[in-house]
């Protein structure tokens, strides 16, 4: 096993040496590039599937096509070439290198990387969905309380819906505020709302069902219809059927959410997984941690690794989690 770093190497635009200038000694391989000009300001920061060809056609070397309008060549001093393998580890230091080197380009791909949260907030409680750019402005102890990532937002709204719905949660947070003079809606008239909001019910019994749907989305929420059939068949060998029945409202009103598409979302309080990807090393896979830190490179090991490295590789991951917020990168 060994540490992944971000090692590059820096080929200055006076190379004149070889064939094709500078290019020459760039890798014909996958990977990042960032063009510097002669007080070290970043003139380009991109990603390439051929290093090697990028380089010579935004310098104009001979044997590569030029556009006047990609021309770099009387501005570039230098170019730094990252290796990369492909994909996750390609837009890994992309976003890293973005974020030194071009605000405009981090916020591209921020943008483009943009996951979502189901958060449950307090005062009033409610649940809404936050984007991964908004989560990093909110209080730590929220952000650890959100259930996520998710890639759609309709996914994160059905969920927000779905816990409405299943444990009678109000639907209009302004009034709740209000409590107990709030003014109550037609959900209370249908029998679907206690109405909190206007004392009908205490503020009490209802951050108690609150509470009920965080805990039911907080492991993920095949993990909590998984517990809800449960109880159903306890409930129902216990001849309580009127438990069965609210047990079951929760089923139903879960079902409307697109489980598959939300498999992995979890609450970010001790949320940790292990990714793995290609490694530009062929016969080798990277290894990553995602948790509510985001995402960092560990290491790569062999395909045939032994139940020893394997071991060492999830102590490392236990001592990253720890490591930060959520914050932009996390997504990316």
């Known amino acids: 096993m060994h540490t992944l770093h971000a090692p590059y190497i820096e080929v ?178 249908m029998g679907k709302c206690p109405a909190a909001c206007d004392g009908s019910e205490s503020i009490e019994a209802f951050g108690e069902r609150f509470a009920q749907s965080v805990e039911f989305v907080g492991s993920g929420i095949r993990a909590g219809i998984d517990r809800c059939q449960r109880a159903i068949t306890k409930a129902s060998g216990a001849m309580d059927f009127e438990g069965a029945g609210e047990h079951k409202g929760v089923l139903d009103a879960a079902s409307a959410i697109a489980i598959e598409r939300v498999e992995h979302a979890r609450s970010l309080d001790g949320y940790c997984a292990l990714v793995f990807t290609p490694s530009v090393r062929r016969g080798w896979v990277g290894v990553w941690v995602f948790g509510h830190h985001g995402l960092e490179m560990i290491a790569a090991v062999e395909q045939s690794a032994r139940r020893e490295e394997l071991t060492e590789l999830l102590a490392c991951a236990r001592r990253i989690r720890g490591l930060g917020e959520v914050d932009k990168r996390s997504a990316m």
């Open 12 to 189: 200055s635009n006076e190379q004149q040496d070889a064939p094709i200038g500078a290019s020459s000694f760039v890798p014909a391989s996958p990977g990042v590039l960032v063009f510097l000009a002669d007080g070290g300001q970043s003139i380009l920061v991109s990603a390439a599937s051929d290093m090697r060809t990028f380089v010579g056609d935004r310098l104009g070397h001979r044997d590569h096509a030029i556009s006047p309008r990609v021309d770099l060549h009387a501005v570039t001093r230098s170019i730094r070439a990252y290796r990369t393998g492909i994909g996750l580890e390609t837009q890994w230091v992309l976003a890293r290198l973005a974020g030194e080197h071009s605000a405009d380009l981090y916020a591209d791909l921020g943008e483009r990387a943009m996951v979502y949260f189901v958060c449950p907030f307090d005062d009033p409680m409610r649940w809404g969905v936050v984007d991964s750019d908004r989560l990093e402005a909110r209080d730590p102890e929220i952000q650890m309380r959100c259930v996520g990532p998710i890639a759609r937002k309709s996914d994160a709204d059905s969920i927000c819906a779905a816990m409405d719905d299943a444990f009678s949660l109000c639907r209009y947070p302004k009034e709740l505020a209000l409590a107990p003079h709030g003014k109550p809606c037609a959900y209370k008239d």
